[in-house]
């Protein structure tokens, strides 16, 4: 991770600026670039329109980390009431959650049982209206209880999915763990900031990384096994080297898909979706979006310039 990178994801770790920044226009400004609005209304009204391009979509309310288990019930019964509007609205859409705001940090017990209640609410009467529960992946110190969680969700729930980061060196055999279990598996190269001695520090190394987890994931046996991977990625390189590598082992396009952020390489989402793949799009909405916001621009320091231009055209 190059030291601009690593500087912006500390500064997304800042307290202080945590609570500052957001107040400013220029700021609020530039992020509005990368999410519809802050209300769930915002993120369905975008579900809708994205989905008339045949794109499906994901939505997930920013917030990390709480501290209070009062906080971790409000945000529960907010995505039991997203869930059931998404329903309602018969949207392509489904919902992707932060264990630490579901209270990871406080007691694991009780944040199984409302990742359970997520769950649970999303499966429907009909296999073909079953809708993912999606889990993030967050920093390095929770992938194990994360995986853990995921586990146990998954031995009395198929529609569960978790996230896993190609930059972790561990996550070759974590990927093995889930072909196995036919998990649901969406594959990103990581947005936080972790030491060399556990993730790769080079982008070539995280790349190379990805693309073989993506063939374990595309591969006969993890797709005997039920495995659904979604290939999260706005990498044009990585993207062409899959397809074309599917395309030579047979995998119909249908079978492949991929992801990406909303306001992000919306071309490219199009062009996926026309061509036959599964494209999907990562909507995030909420008020508490200045940590997300700053690992947007850590994972491409020219959007900095979003916030200088923004800050000069008022
Ligand atoms: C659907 C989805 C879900 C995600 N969930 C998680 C998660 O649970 N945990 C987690 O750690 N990370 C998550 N991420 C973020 C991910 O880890 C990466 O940080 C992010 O996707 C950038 O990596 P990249 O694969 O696009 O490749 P990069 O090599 O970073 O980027 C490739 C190219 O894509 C474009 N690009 C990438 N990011 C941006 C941006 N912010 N603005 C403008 N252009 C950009 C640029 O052209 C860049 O050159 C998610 C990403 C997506 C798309």
Redesign the pocket.
């Known amino acids: 991770m190059s030291i601009i990178r690593r500087i912006i994801v500390k500064a997304s770790e800042s307290r202080w600026l945590r609570e500052r920044a957001p107040r400013l226009g220029f700021v609020r400004g530039a992020a509005a670039r ?1 999410m519809p609005g802050e209300k769930p209304e915002d993120a369905l009204a975008a579900a809708r329109t994205i989905a008339e391009s045949g794109i499906s979509t ?1 939505l997930t309310q920013l917030g990390e980390n709480i501290a209070e288990r009062a906080e971790a019930e409000a945000v529960v019964s907010h995505y039991l009431d997203l869930i059931e509007r998404i329903r309602d609205a018969n949207l392509p859409t489904e919902v ?1 959650v ?1 264990l630490t705001q579901l209270g990871l940090d406080l007691d694991r017990e009780f944040c199984f049982a409302n990742l359970t209640a997520l769950i649970e609410r999303s499966r429907a009467a009909t296999a073909a209206a079953e809708k993912t529960l999606w889990i ?3 920093q390095s110190v929770y992938v194990d209880a994360t995986l853990e969680l995921y586990a146990r969700a998954r031995k009395t729930n198929r529609n569960v999915g978790v ?1 896993v ?1 190609a930059y972790l060196r561990r996550t070759e055999r974590d990927v093995e763990a889930l072909v196995s279990m036919g998990a649901a598996v ?1 594959l ?5 900031s972790e030491p060399p001695e556990i993730a790769f520090p080079k ?1 070539e190394d995280v ?1 190379e990384n ?1 693309f073989r987890l993506a063939q374990m994931l595309l591969s006969p046996k993890a797709r005997s096994a039920g495995v659904r991977a ?1 290939m ?5 390189k ?1 993207i062409a080297q899959l397809t074309e590598w599917a395309a030579a082992h047979g995998i119909a396009k249908n079978q492949i898909e991929f ?3 909303f306001g ?2 919306r071309a490219e989402q199009l062009r996926l979706a026309r061509e036959g793949y599964h494209s ?3 909507i995030s909405y909420g008020s508490f979006w200045f940590p997300w916001f700053m ?3 850590a ?2 320091p ?2 900095v310039w979003f916030l200088v231009r923004n800050l000069f055209s008022r």
């Open positions: 990368f994901l992707s932060k993030d992946m967050e996230c980061q969406r990103v190269k990581g947005a936080y982008k790349d990805y979604a999260a990625t706005h990498d044009g990585l992801a990406m952020l992000i390489q999907g799009v990562l690992r947007r621009l994972e491409r020219a959007n």
